[in-house]
């Protein structure tokens, strides 16, 4: 069946720093892919989405790009602040439509 | 626009009460689902309905039944709880039939059970 794989947390940078999360996926066909953030006390919330090979889905300085060729979705950014603290799920929605698949997340702190 | 609701936001159980969760949605989807969320374990799916008048199982279903009352309602009951059940519950809704579509979640749902 349809999985996802993250990188194993807790991430801890210290502010201004890049962060990279790591996530590969395994599905049929051409599926969409996902990252949702939670952060504390709240649920999921869409961060970025890619629906192609080669997209790039980008939102609030975070950027992930959809690479077919490596089955990878890797979340990227320049810069992190104290405020980007949260658990971070990395996603996919099957080539049907029909299920979605979650990755077991990545605690990302981020320290003044 | 509220989005995804849940109720209660809290709630604290004894082994074999009973109780019902509740979820709406006001952006016209026609899929709804219901996840619990337990430390170190990710989301796990217990049930989801595709459409109206339809439910399926999840990863998760013993121990609860779902009800589907309309497009915007979907419940998640409880019959007799169990400590094994503490844990996070989540209700989430998106457009079905296109994978592109993404879902949206409720702010949750924390149950106790003691």
């Known amino acids: 069946g349809d999985s996802v794989t993250q990188m194993e947390g807790p991430v801890t940078l210290s502010e201004e720093a890049f962060l990279t999360i790591n996530c590969t996926y395994t599905a049929t066909g051409y599926p969409s892919l996902f990252w949702y953030v939670q952060y504390p006390g709240e649920g999921l919330q869409l961060l970025l989405k890619?629906?192609?090979?080669?997209d790039k889905g980008s939102n609030k300085g975070f950027e992930a790009t959809y690479r077919k060729e490596t089955t990878s979705f890797h979340l990227e950014k320049g810069s992190v602040q104290v405020s980007d603290s949260a658990v971070y799920f990395c996603a996919l929605r099957d080539n049907y439509g029909q299920n979605f698949v979650f990755g077991p997340g990545t605690r990302l702190s981020v320290l003044p | 626009n509220a989005g995804v609701t849940q109720t209660p936001k809290f709630q604290v159980l004894k082994t074999g009460q009973s109780m019902t969760l509740q979820c709406a949605q006001d952006?016209?989807?026609?899929?709804m689902y219901w996840y619990r969320q337990d430390p170190g374990m990710g989301l796990r799916l217990i049930y989801y309905?595709?459409?109206?008048?339809?439910?399926d199982k999840g990863e998760v279903p013993n121990g609860y039944n779902v009800s589907r009352l309309n497009k915007r309602e979907f419940s998640l009951r409880l019959e007799s709880a169990a400590p094994s059940q503490t844990s996070v519950y989540f209700c989430?809704?998106?457009?079905?039939?296109?994978?592109?579509?993404?879902?949206?979640f409720g702010p949750g749902t924390r149950l106790t059970v003691t």
């Open positions: 989430a809704s998106s457009y079905r039939g296109a994978q592109s579509y993404e879902q949206y």
């Open positions: 952006m016209n989807h026609n899929s």
């Open positions: 309905s595709a459409s109206e008048g339809t439910t």
């Open positions: 890619a629906t192609k090979a080669d």
